[in-house]
Structures are given as structure tokens and as C-alpha cells.
T-cell receptor
């Protein structure tokens, strides 16, 4: 079956760096997405990786290793507003998105 | 403001009743999707439409139906609601299933079936 694994919850301190991991097993691969979802709100797009390596976008970076079925989202200089759930999703061979359950990130002052 | 609009935002419904969740987008996106989100689970695809006039079944289609009469609208109907359909429902769109385009989500419809 298809599976996306990510930690359920993580806690970090304001101003610090946190890495959220995502491992996947899917039938085919056509890209990996990270979305941010604040409580009670809709998910919003953060990043997209289709080739191996690191994509940097401001305080957020996303890394992909297709051979290992692994990605991570790196958040630097954490701010209180970064408290949210982070969703990992993979497009399979049919271009359907398979979603992880999300990682709830708690930022403490 | 361009985007996706869902209605209603929240609804309490008696079991056995029929309910339609509305979704409208003004981005002229070809592909539209309905997901449900339940605590501890990832977003699960209910139905999708790659273009106006076509629809397809997702991971959890039973008890739901959709139509795509035009590009902008993609309503989701629960013919006879059951308590297990209590969930938050998100409509989303993208510029095409086979592209790398991101999904744009509506604000969600919180449905409680009693």
C-alpha cells in the first residue's frame, strides 16, 4: 500500500531551527509537497520538490532524496506564528496526491 | 478576491438528511477536488474532476456524489448522511492533475451528522 509517515507532534523554541521529516512509500513518484495548516484553517502551499536536493525559500527549506523515499522541511528562526500543522504529500504515478497525517509543531517562547 | 469559496462554513445535520456542500472557484482551474480531514488522518480524497464534464472516484467515495457542469462549480452531495460523515470537508483546485501545480484550498466546511 501507499504510505506517508511523519511525526505526530514536535516542540521547538522561538528563534531556533526545527526539521520535520517525512518518509514515503508510493506507487511511483511525481513530486513531493509541503503544506502548512493553522488550526481551523485551510492548508496553504509551502514547497514542491521533484528532484533530489534542497530547495530554499526564505526561512523555509525542503529537501528530497528519492532513492531513500525521504524528505524534510527545515524551518529557521522560528516565530510563534509558525505554530501549525505541516502536511507532507506525494504525487503518485497516477498524479494523485497521497497525504501524511501531518506534524503539529508547537513553538514555545 | 480570487480563490475558492465553500458553503456552508459549518452545518449540523440529522442522520438520513440530504446535504450539498457548495464549492466555487474563479481561477479557471481545470482540476477540482473534494477532501475530508479527520483527526489523526491525512486528507482523504473523496471525488475529483480533471476537467468540466468529468468526475472520478477518490479513496473514500462511498456515500458521496459530485457533478462538474462547468469549470467553476463542484458541489458535493451526501444523499443520506450518516454519523461517520462527520468531518471537515475541503474543496481544492489546481491548474491540472498532471502538472506540478499546487492545490488551492477553500476554507472548509465543518459538518456534524447526529
Amino acid at each position: 500500500g501507499q504510505n506517508i509517515d511523519q511525526p505526530t507532534e514536535m516542540t521547538a523554541t522561538e528563534g531556533a531551527i526545527v526539521q520535520i521529516n517525512c518518509t514515503y512509500q508510493t506507487s511511483g513518484f511525481n513530486g513531493l509537497f509541503w503544506y502548512q495548516q493553522h488550526a481551523g484553517e485551510a492548508p496553504t502551499f509551502l514547497s514542491y520538490n521533484v528532484l533530489d536536493g534542497l530547495e530554499e525559500k526564505g526561512r523555509f527549506s525542503s529537501f528530497l532524496s528519492r532513492s531513500k523515499g525521504y524528505s524534510y522541511l527545515l524551518l529557521k528562526e522560528l516565530q510563534m506564528k509558525d505554530s501549525a500543522s505541516y502536511l507532507c504529500a506525494v504525487k503518485d504515478s497516477n498524479y494523485q496526491l497521497i497525504w501524511g497525517a501531518g506534524t503539529k509543531l508547537i513553538i514555545k517562547p | 478576491i480570487a480563490g475558492i469559496t465553500q458553503a456552508p462554513t459549518s452545518q449540523i445535520l440529522a442522520a438520513g438528511r440530504r446535504m450539498t456542500l457548495r464549492c466555487t472557484q474563479d481561477m479557471r482551474h481545470n482540476a477540482m477536488y473534494w477532501y475530508r480531514q479527520d483527526l489523526g488522518l491525512g486528507l482523504r480524497l473523496i471525488h475529483y474532476s480533471n476537467t468540466a464534464g468529468t468526475t472520478g472516484k477518490g479513496e473514500v467515495p462511498d456515500g458521496y456524489s459530485v457533478s462538474r457542469a462547468n469549470t467553476d462549480d463542484f458541489p458535493l452531495t451526501l444523499a443520506s448522511a450518516v454519523p461517520s460523515q462527520t468531518s471537515v470537508y475541503f474543496c481544492a483546485s489546481s491548474d491540472g492533475a498532471a502538472t506540478t501545480g499546487e492545490l488551492f484550498f477553500g476554507e472548509g466546511s465543518r459538518l456534524t451528522v447526529l
